[in-house]
């Protein structure tokens, strides 16, 4: 069974006060996380991302499609019981402090008494909040509510995970915290299901991704699927040349960072030892020499262009479209 | 489903609430204010040639219903408003909670916030009565028309807090469909026009329209009737309000609270929450 | 100073500097023009149903404020040292008052009474005391109190015996009406403006009255009557002993001396009654806290400044 699986999943939204117009949010999003494994969901600012997020949450209602997440629609009480959220640039009762909140959280799931206690300062624990447990939330500086949200999210320990942009508001040591705190849940069998426009999050944590822009769903599938591992051509940096080699050939691209110094984008096909020794041939002097691979921001970036670009979907559609 | 209620649940969410407003600054501020005005109305009688007792009791029983309106009114459209606009309602519901159980928590835990709230204010008025009653000779005290202390006090202040209960309804009601600024509006509005209710039934002795009568009849049934919880003055003069009075009365509100609840969980139940 | 933030004691001073001229300023401006006419003399809202409207569900203390008005409104009149004393807005204030709360008792009696005391010293407006009480009576039917004051009315500013008679006969066929009514409608009947029926009137406020002024003022009042009758009893002492041949000019002590007093006749107040030694004429002596003696009918009482 899926842990989570979508089909067709669309949501418009009317634009406009006098005469509304529909404006589509999401294309049809189709897609099956499966348990166990942390699924990226990656995208520019406004490609869709909290949409489908909030969608899963049933805060807001879809205008066509399907969902189920642990095989049960969306909104069942029973599956709510074993899932987790954490919403974007969260905000808490800031009248309550971190043990409070939690409590009151727990305490919807059903804790009570001593086995509720345990459990919020086993929680409070993990995401490091210390003494500071006791001071109300409206002390609180971003990271801190973020860890609570991570807190709150966990409460109940959840099967499926859902983080929408998870880092957001962190320092580097908050989200190495983070980062730590995802691997493990992985190591326990829990499933996460995190959105980023932060890549290099996706790439040390997620064994599969997506790519959303403007609400289609661009690229899914594992890393190792959508990123080739083929090389893309080579760097190459030489310095003390008394002119500028000339581009053309397998001399794709050639810039000067300093006076005699050069960095040459050279095809993947040449071969990098013939290339230095002609470069360096007229008294130059080799400073580095890099192979270049497809990265995760190269996929990106192509997708997103690709949205952009041929603007099927800017603007306007009638609903009943699929993507 | 979302339409299924647990009465655990329902309390849990009433219980925060509660909590939320013994937090609340602007609620403190407001049953204080309301005290020092009871309190005050000693200095006032002066003013009154012998009116004393009436004037404690006729201000001190405005200051718990206007009060009590207040805090009905702005903390009632507060509750869910804030929620939403704050975004501290995206944790909450991904509970195992359906959004009639929030609705409901909601409403209970302000409806026991105003309890404590009337009873509050009630209580200084009586001590303030009690204090008043023990310093004036007793030839002045044999005319009163009732006695400084009288129980007829706490039967004017529940009926004053069923009516709040049911201001306090509309108030959630307006908040799940519209902007906080406009349910304060409407709110406060259907309150006024809740006091004219009496009048419209009158409107058949002066229109002769017979379509419009029977829309002004219609509305005058449909449309709440607030002035029956108001047993202030008969309190104050020692009219007698009857126990059959009460529950009717009482009754009435309780019914006009399950149908507004009834709407506002609808309205919440299919909002989007962007 | 540190920069940015401002020092307190200057700029405080300052702010008190501006609100102190500006006080005086206003001060100045009022002497030059005089302050508006009093709030109290508008009445912004004439209506008691627009009243009772406006007031939503807090009528009662609405009636208390207009209560109060009419109170103030009074007896600032009455301290007035204005030839014409204007109590145009006593009727309206309390029709004000009771129009919002019909059951206010005190509005009632109060109107009754001093709505019907003669100028200069009071509105003398009977007609609008009837028309109060009558309004009280369609409110509580079963007032007899109303009756009463009704009754006074009629006796004393419409000096109209047989209408006060009526209304005292009315009242006491009323449950629970005090026992003295019918004596009244019998001795108003027979004895119209006698000294004895208003004697009977005040001793009957007295005993009925549940106000405190109202009490003093019946006590007022019969202490007055009681001057009254001393001094007729004594102006006869005076004359029996001029018939006699007593000697003029004729002073108390001579009297005393002759046997015809035991002993200076002074009022309830303590104050020696004063006798005019050429003409024998006997009045109230000067100072005293009984005058002015009224004329039968005697006026209704003041009401006490505090």
């Given at each position: 069974?899926?842990?989570?699986?979508?089909?067709?999943?669309?949501?418009?939204?009317?634009?406009?006060?006098?005469?509304?117009?529909?404006?589509?949010?999401?294309?049809?999003?189709?897609?099956?996380?499966?348990?166990?494994?942390?699924?990226?969901?990656?995208?520019?600012?406004?490609?869709?991302?909290?949409?489908?997020?909030?969608?899963?949450?049933?805060?807001?209602?879809?205008?066509?499609?399907t969902a189920s997440i642990l095989g049960r629609p969306l909104g069942d009480l029973e599956m709510k019981r074993r899932i987790g959220y954490l919403p974007e640039n969260p905000y808490f009762y800031d009248y309550l402090t971190a043990e409070e909140l939690l409590g009151y959280f727990a305490g919807l799931f059903g804790?009570?008494?001593?086995?509720?206690?345990?459990?919020?300062?086993?929680?409070?624990?993990?995401?490091?909040?210390?003494?500071?447990?006791?001071?109300?939330?409206?002390?609180?500086?971003?990271?801190?509510?973020?860890?609570?949200?991570?807190?709150?999210?966990?409460?109940?320990?959840?099967?499926?995970?859902?983080?929408?942009?998870?880092?957001?508001?962190?320092?580097?040591?908050?989200?190495?915290?983070?980062?730590?705190?995802?691997?493990?849940?992985?190591?326990?069998?829990?499933?996460?299901?995190?959105?980023?426009?932060?890549?290099?999050?996706?790439?040390?944590?997620?064994?599969?991704?997506?790519?959303?822009?403007?609400?289609?769903?661009?690229?899914?599938?594992?890393?190792?699927?959508?990123?080739?591992?083929?090389?893309?051509?080579?760097?190459?940096?030489?310095?003390?040349?008394?002119?500028?080699?000339?581009?053309?050939?397998?001399?794709?691209?050639?810039?000067?960072?300093?006076?005699?110094?050069?960095?040459?984008?050279?095809?993947?096909?040449?071969?990098?030892?013939?290339?230095?020794?002609?470069?360096?041939?007229?008294?130059?002097?080799?400073?580095?020499?890099?192979?270049?691979?497809?990265?995760?921001?190269?996929?990106?970036?192509?997708?997103?262009?690709?949205?952009?670009?041929?603007?099927?979907?800017?603007?306007?559609?009638?609903?009943?479209?699929?993507? | 489903?979302?339409?299924?209620?647990?009465?655990p649940t329902v309390a849990r969410i009433a219980a925060n609430v509660f909590k939320e407003s013994v937090r609340d600054k602007v609620l403190y501020s407001i049953v204080l204010f309301a005290v020092i005005v009871i309190a005050a109305s000693l200095l006032l009688g002066q003013l009154t040639a012998g009116q004393e007792?009436?004037?404690?009791?006729?201000?001190?029983?405005?200051?718990?219903?206007?009060?009590?309106?207040?805090?009905?009114?702005?903390?009632?459209?507060?509750?869910?408003?804030?929620?939403?606009?704050?975004?501290?309602?995206?944790?909450?519901?991904?509970?195992?909670?359906?959004?009639?159980?929030?609705?409901?928590?909601?409403?209970?835990?302000?409806?026991?916030?105003?309890?404590?709230?009337?009873?509050?204010?009630?209580?200084?008025?009586?001590?303030?009565?009690?204090?008043?009653?023990?310093?004036?000779?007793?030839?002045?005290?044999?005319?009163?028309?009732?006695?400084?202390?009288?129980?007829?006090?706490?039967?004017?202040?529940?009926?004053?807090?069923?009516?709040?209960?049911?201001?306090?309804?509309?108030?959630?009601?307006?908040?799940?469909?519209?902007?906080?600024?406009?349910?304060?509006?409407?709110?406060?509005?259907?309150?006024?026009?809740?006091?004219?209710?009496?009048?419209?039934?009158?409107?058949?002795?002066?229109?002769?329209?017979?379509?419009?009568?029977?829309?002004?009849?219609?509305?005058?049934?449909?449309?709440?009737?607030?002035?029956?919880?108001?047993?202030?003055?008969?309190?104050?003069?020692?009219?007698?309000?009857?126990?059959?009075?009460?529950?009717?009365?009482?009754?009435?509100?309780?019914?006009?609270?399950?149908?507004?609840?009834?709407?506002?969980?609808?309205?919440?139940?299919?909002?989007?929450?962007? | 100073?540190?920069?940015?933030?401002?020092?307190?004691?200057?700029?405080?001073?300052?702010?008190?500097?501006?609100?102190?001229?500006?006080?005086?300023?206003?001060?100045?401006?009022?002497?030059?023009?005089?302050?508006?006419?009093?709030?109290?003399?508008?009445?912004?809202?004439?209506?008691?149903?627009?009243?009772?409207?406006?007031?939503?569900?807090?009528?009662?203390?609405?009636?208390?404020?207009?209560?109060?008005?009419?109170?103030?409104?009074?007896?600032?009149?009455?301290?007035?040292?204005?030839?014409?004393?204007?109590?145009?807005?006593?009727?309206?204030?309390?029709?004000?008052?009771?129009?919002?709360?019909?059951?206010?008792?005190?509005?009632?009696?109060?109107?009754?009474?001093?709505?019907?005391?003669?100028?200069?010293?009071?509105?003398?407006?009977?007609?609008?005391?009837?028309?109060?009480?009558?309004?009280?009576?369609?409110?509580?039917?079963?007032?007899?109190?109303?009756?009463?004051?009704?009754?006074?009315?009629?006796?004393?500013?419409?000096?109209?015996?047989?209408?006060?008679?009526?209304?005292?006969?009315?009242?006491?066929?009323l449950p629970g009406s005090a026992w003295f009514l019918k004596s009244l409608a019998a001795v108003t009947m027979a004895q119209g403006g006698q000294r004895e029926s208003s004697r009977l009137l005040f001793k009957a406020i007295l005993e009925s009255s549940d106000n405190d002024w109202m009490r003093k003022d019946a006590?007022?009042?019969?202490?007055?009557?009681?001057?009254?009758?001393?001094?007729?009893?004594?102006?006869?002492?005076?004359?029996?002993?001029?018939?006699?041949?007593?000697?003029?000019?004729?002073?108390?002590?001579?009297?005393?001396?002759?046997?015809?007093?035991?002993?200076?006749?002074?009022?309830?107040?303590?104050?020696?009654?004063?006798?005019?030694?050429?003409?024998?004429?006997?009045?109230?002596?000067?100072?005293?806290?009984?005058?002015?003696?009224?004329?039968?009918?005697?006026?209704?009482?003041?009401?006490?400044?505090?």
């Amino acid at each position: 069974m899926a842990a989570i699986e979508t089909t067709g999943l669309a949501k418009d939204y009317r634009v406009g006060f006098w005469r509304p117009r529909p404006y589509r949010a999401l294309h049809g999003l189709t897609l099956t996380v499966e348990s166990g494994e942390v699924f990226g969901f990656l995208g520019p600012n406004g490609a869709g991302k909290t949409t489908t997020l909030k969608l899963l949450m049933q805060l807001i209602y879809p205008t066509a499609g399907t969902a189920s997440i642990l095989g049960r629609p969306l909104g069942d009480l029973e599956m709510k019981r074993r899932i987790g959220y954490l919403p974007e640039n969260p905000y808490f009762y800031d009248y309550l402090t971190a043990e409070e909140l939690l409590g009151y959280f727990a305490g919807l799931f059903g804790y009570k008494g001593a086995d509720r206690k345990v459990r919020v300062d086993r929680l409070l624990d993990e995401v490091g909040l210390g003494a500071e447990r006791r001071m109300q939330l409206r002390k609180f500086s971003k990271g801190m509510v973020q860890r609570v949200g991570l807190a709150q999210a966990l409460i109940n320990d959840p099967e499926v995970i859902f983080l929408d942009e998870p880092m957001s508001g962190l320092d580097p040591l908050g989200r190495k915290d983070v980062r730590g705190l995802i691997l493990r849940l992985r190591d326990q069998g829990r499933t996460v299901f995190f959105s980023s426009h932060i890549l290099s999050d996706a790439e040390t944590l997620c064994s599969r991704i997506a790519i959303v822009a403007k609400g289609n769903l661009m690229a899914s599938g594992t890393l190792s699927d959508l990123v080739t591992a083929q090389r893309n051509g080579w760097d190459i940096v030489i310095d003390g040349l008394a002119q500028a080699p000339a581009a053309g050939g397998a001399l794709r691209k050639v810039t000067s960072l300093a006076p005699g110094r050069f960095v040459i984008d050279a095809q993947p096909t040449a071969d990098p030892l013939d290339l230095v020794r002609a470069l360096t041939a007229g008294g130059g002097r080799l400073v580095s020499i890099n192979p270049v691979h497809d990265t995760l921001e190269d996929l990106f970036v192509r997708q997103v262009d690709q949205a952009a670009g041929t603007d099927r979907f800017g603007g306007a559609e009638p609903m009943g479209k699929s993507a | 489903m979302s339409a299924m209620v647990s009465v655990p649940t329902v309390a849990r969410i009433a219980a925060n609430v509660f909590k939320e407003s013994v937090r609340d600054k602007v609620l403190y501020s407001i049953v204080l204010f309301a005290v020092i005005v009871i309190a005050a109305s000693l200095l006032l009688g002066q003013l009154t040639a012998g009116q004393e007792v009436k004037i404690i009791k006729d201000l001190g029983l405005a200051a718990i219903s206007l009060f009590g309106h207040f805090i009905a009114i702005f903390i009632g459209i507060g509750l869910v408003s804030k929620e939403v606009e704050r975004r501290s309602i995206y944790a909450l519901l991904a509970k195992p909670m359906s959004r009639a159980e929030l609705v409901l928590g909601k409403y209970c835990g302000l409806v026991s916030t105003l309890t404590v709230n009337v009873v509050v204010m009630t209580a200084a008025l009586v001590v303030v009565l009690a204090i008043y009653g023990a310093t004036v000779e007793p030839q002045i005290r044999n005319t009163w028309e009732a006695p400084a202390v009288d129980p007829a006090l706490a039967t004017a202040a529940f009926l004053t807090l069923v009516e709040l209960s049911v201001v306090t309804a509309i108030a959630i009601c307006f908040s799940t469909f519209t902007s906080p600024v406009l349910a304060a509006a409407f709110t406060v509005g259907l309150v006024i026009a809740g006091q004219f209710s009496a009048d419209l039934k009158n409107f058949e002795h002066i229109v002769d329209n017979h379509a419009a009568t029977w829309l002004l009849n219609a509305l005058y049934y449909v449309l709440p009737n607030l002035a029956p919880f108001d047993v202030k003055a008969q309190v104050v003069h020692a009219q007698p309000v009857t126990p059959t009075y009460v529950l009717l009365t009482t009754g009435y509100g309780a019914l006009y609270v399950s149908a507004l609840l009834a709407l506002a969980t609808l309205f919440f139940s299919r909002r989007d929450f962007k | 100073m540190r920069p940015g933030r401002l020092p307190i004691a200057p700029f405080l001073a300052a702010a008190g500097l501006f609100v102190g001229a500006a006080a005086g300023l206003q001060a100045m401006r009022d002497r030059a023009f005089g302050t508006d006419t009093p709030a109290e003399q508008v009445l912004y809202v004439q209506s008691p149903e627009v009243a009772r409207r406006l007031a939503l569900s807090y009528d009662a203390i609405a009636a208390d404020v207009y209560w109060i008005r009419a109170l103030q409104h009074f007896g600032g009149q009455r301290k007035a040292t204005t030839q014409s004393k204007n109590y145009e807005l006593l009727f309206p204030l309390l029709d004000m008052s009771t129009g919002l709360d019909p059951y206010f008792n005190i509005a009632y009696r109060f109107g009754a009474i001093f709505l019907s005391e003669p100028k200069p010293g009071g509105p003398g407006r009977p007609d609008l005391a009837i028309k109060l009480l009558e309004k009280g009576i369609a409110a509580s039917p079963n007032k007899w109190q109303y009756y009463q004051d009704a009754g006074f009315v009629h006796f004393w500013g419409m000096h109209d015996y047989p209408g006060a008679a009526a209304w005292f006969e009315r009242g006491s066929k009323l449950p629970g009406s005090a026992w003295f009514l019918k004596s009244l409608a019998a001795v108003t009947m027979a004895q119209g403006g006698q000294r004895e029926s208003s004697r009977l009137l005040f001793k009957a406020i007295l005993e009925s009255s549940d106000n405190d002024w109202m009490r003093k003022d019946a006590r007022h009042r019969l202490e007055q009557l009681d001057a009254m009758d001393a001094i007729d009893s004594l102006r006869k002492v005076v004359a029996t002993y001029r018939e006699r041949g007593g000697p003029t000019p004729v002073t108390w002590q001579a009297l005393v001396r002759a046997g015809y007093l035991r002993a200076i006749p002074t009022d309830s107040a303590g104050v020696v009654f004063s006798l005019g030694p050429w003409s024998g004429d006997v009045s109230l002596g000067e100072g005293s806290s009984l005058a002015p003696l009224p004329d039968t009918p005697v006026a209704p009482p003041p009401v006490p400044t505090r």
